[in-house]
């Protein structure tokens, strides 16, 4: 069931839809998880782009990406709703950034992003109560991002 606050949200608006994840942000339980795994598919349609396109689709991403979660905030009236989740998208694409082939790997890449997103070590929880807005929204995700991002490329290393 929707929650209440949620109700201004309507996926037939494409920002909202995309800062739904798709729809993925309404799941009852752990939308932000939900989020990151509607990512999955969207990372694989991508990840055979050579790395200059692909860092180019981030980078236009995170920029779509403060509108279309202040577009969601504003209808929401409500400042990074769990709901909201393009932020977990752009931030796992991030993670995945030149990131060996495999299942093994998304896997990885998906329990380091989420990892950081949840417990936010700082200077991530630092940003996500300063910063608000579009801008705040994304830029926690984008920090955790690349925390994961450097765990897993470590991980690749060593490995």
């Given at each position: 069931?929707?929650?209440?606050e949620l109700a201004a949200l309507r996926l037939s608006n494409p920002l909202h839809l995309l800062a739904l994840g798709f729809g993925s942000?309404l799941s009852p339980v752990m939308p932000g998880t939900m989020g990151t795994l509607a990512a999955i598919p969207l990372y694989w349609l991508?990840?055979?782009?050579?790395?200059?396109?692909?860092?180019?689709?981030?980078?236009?991403?995170?920029?779509?990406?403060?509108?279309?979660?202040?577009?969601?905030?504003?209808?929401?009236?409500?400042?990074?709703?769990?709901?909201?989740?393009?932020?977990?998208?752009?931030?796992?694409?991030?993670?995945?950034?030149?990131?060996?082939?495999?299942?093994?790997?998304?896997?990885?890449?998906?329990?380091?992003?989420?990892?950081?997103?949840?417990?936010?070590?700082?200077?991530?929880?630092?940003?996500?109560?300063?910063?608000?807005?579009?801008?705040?929204?994304?830029?926690?995700?984008?920090?955790?991002?690349?925390?994961?991002?450097?765990?897993?490329?470590?991980?690749?290393?060593?490995?």
């Open positions: 069931m929707r929650k209440p942000g991508v990840q055979g782009l050579p790395l200059g396109w692909y860092l180019l689709l981030l980078a236009l991403g995170f920029v779509a990406g403060i509108k279309i979660c202040e577009a969601a905030t504003n209808a929401i009236g409500r400042h990074d709703h769990g709901a909201i989740v393009w932020d977990e998208i752009i931030g796992f694409g991030i993670t995945m950034i030149a990131a060996p082939a495999g299942w093994g790997w998304i896997a990885a890449g998906f329990v380091l992003f989420r990892f950081f997103d949840i417990v936010k070590p700082w200077p991530i929880r630092w940003f996500d109560r300063r910063v608000h807005g579009g801008f705040g929204i994304m830029l926690d995700d984008v920090i955790a991002g690349l925390f994961a991002l450097a765990c897993l490329q470590g991980l690749a290393v060593l490995l």
